[in-house]
């Protein structure tokens, strides 16, 4: 079965520090992923999607993410953090049926 | 333009007893989907419906009916509850294309006592 990894449970960066989420997944075909995020008490919102193409993505609220095949990766980074940043985080592959199967998502939390 | 909107944002249930959620999107997607989110296992599909009138089982389906009699509403039922049911539930929808973006509603937290 299709699985996604996000290793950090928790992430704390400093306000205008970088930000890097990492995500490995599962072997397969050209996987279709996708970074969602969730701010407190809220649905979730798509900032990229890759399915083909420039491995190197950009989304919306300044964020980039990296598919890297040979890593089985697609890392999500940002330069320069905002408070407004702190949520969750959670990288997802998409399969057959518009399927998504979520990692178990990154908390961040960003210090003044 | 709502978006996807979920009806109850909050409840709270006794185990054995009923429940419906409502769904209801305006957005004129094909595709539907219930999620269920658990700390530290990101969301979970229950199940999910390609058209008005389908409906098909997810990867957590046990103890959950669904029903999608129009094509802007998708309903979850649970009939009779389960402390392991105590979740928040996300309802979603999107075009019947794999890149294209799912969108997602507010979430319902149900507790189960």
């Known amino acids: 079965a299709q699985s996604v990894t996000q290793p950090d449970i928790h992430i704390t960066v400093s306000e205008g520090a970088s930000l890097e989420l990492r995500c490995n997944y599962s072997y397969g075909a050209t996987p279709y992923l996708f970074w969602y995020v969730q701010s407190p008490g809220q649905g979730l919102q798509l900032l990229l999607k890759y399915f083909s193409g420039d491995t190197l993505v950009q989304g919306i609220k300044g964020f980039e993410a990296e598919f890297k095949r040979s890593q089985s990766s697609f890392n999500l980074r940002k330069p320069s953090v905002h408070w407004s940043d702190a949520a969750e985080y959670f990288c997802?592959?998409?399969?057959?049926?518009?399927?998504?199967?979520f990692g178990g998502g990154t908390r961040v939390l960003v210090k003044p | 333009n709502a978006g996807v909107t979920q009806t109850p944002k909050f409840r709270v249930l006794k185990t054995g007893q009923s429940m419906t959620l409502l769904c209801a999107q305006d957005?004129?997607?094909?595709?539907m989907y219930w999620y269920r989110q658990d700390p530290g296992m990101g969301l979970r599909l229950i199940h999910y419906?390609?058209?008005?009138?389908?409906?098909a089982k997810g990867e957590v389906p046990d103890g959950y009916n669904v029903s999608r009699l129009k094509k802007q509403n998708f309903l979850l039922g649970l009939e009779s509850a389960a402390p392991s049911q105590t979740s928040v539930y996300f309802c979603?929808?999107?075009?019947?294309?794999?890149?294209?973006?799912?969108?997602f509603g507010p979430g319902t937290r149900l507790t189960v006592l």
């Open positions: 997802v592959r998409g399969a057959a049926g518009n399927k998504l199967t």
């Open positions: 957005m004129n997607h094909e595709y």
């Open positions: 419906s390609v058209g008005e009138g389908t409906t």
């Open positions: 979603a929808s999107s075009y019947p294309v794999l890149t294209d973006t799912q969108y």
